[in-house]
């Protein structure tokens, strides 16, 4: 095993090889073979530039997660994320390379799905999402450090997309008129929900804020929600963000990254599913969240094409990529789900109405 692997799991009381896993665009996540078997992740500095905070939200959200669920009898190693402590004790272990790394109990005969097949798999995820945020309600939301700020400030990220297309880094701006001219037409909604939390018209919650589908795990048999992972950019925000951005992903008919824009539309099936899931166990969903549920899967699904495009033209600097057009691959889905959206929209406000019979 290579040296600096050993070097790192020995902090952990662990001495086995591990295997990269997973299909994460931030951190670089292995799979450490035993009995039991556990995650190992090298946290990405360069997206979270504070990673001893990152590590105190998630130690306070499993440990808090953790009580909850023992309480309702439920399995506590099994649906919630748990941190092994390094020898000293530890959330975390920083090695002499100045890297960052956390082990996990490895989640067994769970499944996360990249691309989903079957509504059924958006309603079990959305009552695991809206379940995790249940959980939540009465979590001290002072406690959390603002892992990334403005994460989900639509109009912050209008200002960021603005700035990597003046900087223009890559020189790629010319590969990507059509795509600039898009995001830059839809600017004048971008601060609805930002507003509404303003204003106090709909609630600040706990949120996890990074709800796309490979981030719940699945029960491999009953398919029913087990765990809800990657608690990075757990902050306090709005209900609409969580909501948004799993149906960014999830109502989607293919992957992000499909090139074939032919084979990409907003599935309604799979949208009644996952609000049908949603609404179900959040009874405490006001008036105001309600009508702005279709409203912020548009939002989310334009500010994640806006990071994606933004990030091919400074040039591949945030988000993990395989190929060099990767970034302005995934922005072309997300836009041509935007504009099916939009196309949508009276018909996905009448579901949402019948689904929560106000
Ligand atoms: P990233 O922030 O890069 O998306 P994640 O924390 O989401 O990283 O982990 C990447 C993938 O690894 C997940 O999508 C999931 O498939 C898998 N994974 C992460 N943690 C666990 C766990 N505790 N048990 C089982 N699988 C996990
Ligand atoms: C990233 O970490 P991951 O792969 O689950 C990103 C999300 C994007 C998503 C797009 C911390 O999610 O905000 O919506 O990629 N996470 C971060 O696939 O930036
Ligand atoms: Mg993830």
């Known amino acids: 095993m290579e040296k600096l692997f050993q070097e790192i799991l020995a902090n952990f009381n662990l001495s086995l090889d591990p295997d ?65 402590p390094t020898v000293d004790g530890k959330s975390y272990y920083l090695h002499t390379d100045g890297e960052y790394y956390r082990v996990y109990k490895f989640i067994e005969r ?65 590969n990507a008129g059509p795509e600039i001219d898009f995001v830059l037409a839809r600017e004048k909604d971008a601060s609805i929900v930002v507003d509404a939390l303003a204003d106090g018209s709909i609630p600040l919650r706990v949120t996890h804020n990074d709800t796309k589908l490979n981030n719940v795990l699945l029960d491999e048999v009953t398919g029913e929600g087990v765990c809800v992972i990657d608690l990075d950019t757990v902050m306090p925000g709005s209900l609409l963000y969580d909501y948004g951005d799993a149906l960014r992903f999830g109502g989607s008919s293919g992957a992000e990254d499909e090139p074939d824009l032919s084979k990409i539309w907003f599935d309604v099936e799979k949208f009644t599913a996952f609000t049908k899931g949603f609404i179900e166990v959040l009874p405490s ?39 060099p057009e990767h970034n302005l691959i995934r922005a072309r889905t ?25």
């Open 110 to 174: 769970a499944v996360s799905y990249d691309i989903v097949e079957n509504p059924m798999q958006l309603y079990h995820a959305a009552r695991a999402f809206g379940k995790f945020q249940n959980m939540l309600a009465d979590y001290p939301a002072e406690k959390l450090h603002e892992t990334i700020v403005d994460f989900h400030n639509t109009p912050a990220r209008y200002e960021q997309f603005k700035t990597a297309l003046a900087k223009n880094a890559s020189g790629r701006a010319k």
């Open 20 to 84: 990269a896993y997973g299909n994460g665009h931030i951190n670089d996540t292995y799979i450490v073979h035993s009995q039991p078997n556990y995650i190992l992740q090298r946290i990405n500095k360069n997206v979270f530039t504070n990673p001893p905070a990152v590590m105190e939200n998630i130690q306070g959200v499993t440990e808090f997660l953790r009580k909850k669920i023992i309480a309702e009898g439920g399995n506590p190693d099994r649906e919630t994320l748990n941190l092994i």
């Open 285 to 323: 969903i006001t008036e105001k969240e309600l009508r702005l549920l279709p409203f912020s899967i548009k939002l989310m699904t334009l500010e994640c094409g806006s990071r994606f495009l933004a990030d091919y033209i400074n040039g591949d600097v945030y988000f993990k990529t395989h190929y």
């Open 334 to 358: 997300q836009f041509k789900l935007v504009k099916e959206i939009e196309d949508k929209m009276d018909e996905l406000n009448a579901i949402v109405t019948e689904i929560a019979g106000r």
